[in-house]
């Protein structure tokens, strides 16, 4: 049974979602749709990080595996072709190495967090970054934010509904940059605990607006207890963009 790797990208705006829900509009949903539309298989479609709610990607990985032994292309164009007019695109898909699995396989995980830092709202890009009026100061952000790197209890920017067996993880990078009139936070990890990066980026945020300190940042990481997080920033404006694998880099 060949099992396939497919690099996906899609507009989480209208899905509550990654997982399959029977009365709600899901990623996984539309997906095993599409392949049941294509090969007539009833599928489980296995991802690397089951995005939430309004959550966008341009790089999430997932595999199926499919009973017969069909092209890695035609199950890409195939897939493209029953998913129209979804936003939801396969860009690429590959016949995977015998054992590989899209989620525990996975060394690291990248999202992208877009913050429109300008008076007027979005036009174009309403629904895909957070809009904050107020001037925020990058630079300050990027070195608050190099307190959460690292080996932390994760506690405070848990939220209440993870059902991780531990909030210890280990952040390997956070940085913030200006791009124009855009504010671009960038996370690498193996993983994350359930709205970790939207809890970061909220209170990073706030150092970037003055109200909280470096000292505060690092304070509300140490207090370990989710009533010190500060603002969760909204699900528009992040993106998984990266999924790593051991084998990729061999």
Known sequence: ????????EYDGGPYNGFQAQADQPTIQGSLERAVRAFCGEAVRVHA???????????GQVAHIDLQKDWPAETVRNALNAHLRPEPIVVLDAQVAAEGWHARFAATERRYRYRILNRLSPPGLERGHVWHVKTLLDADVMHIAAQALVGLHDFTTFRDVACQAKSPV???????????????????AARSFLHRQVRS??????EVGLSRWT??????????????????????????LTQVRYEADSE
């Not at 970061?200 to 945020?205: E, N, P, R």
Request: hydrophobic share 45%; proline share 3%; net charge positive.
């Open 214 to 239: 470096t000292e505060d940042l690092k304070a509300a990481l140490d207090a370990k207890d989710r009533k010190a997080c500060g603002t969760v920033a909204p699900a528009d404006g992040l993106y």
């Open 169 to 187: 993880k280990t952040l390997d990078a956070a940085t913030v940059r200006r791009q124009g009139e855009e504010i671009v936070l960038i996370f």
């Open 48 to 58: 690397a990080g089951r995005t939430d709610t309004g959550v966008h990607a341009t």
């Open 1 to 8: 049974m060949p099992r396939y790797r497919l690099l996906l």
């Open 200 to 205: 970061m980026v909220g209170s990073i945020a």
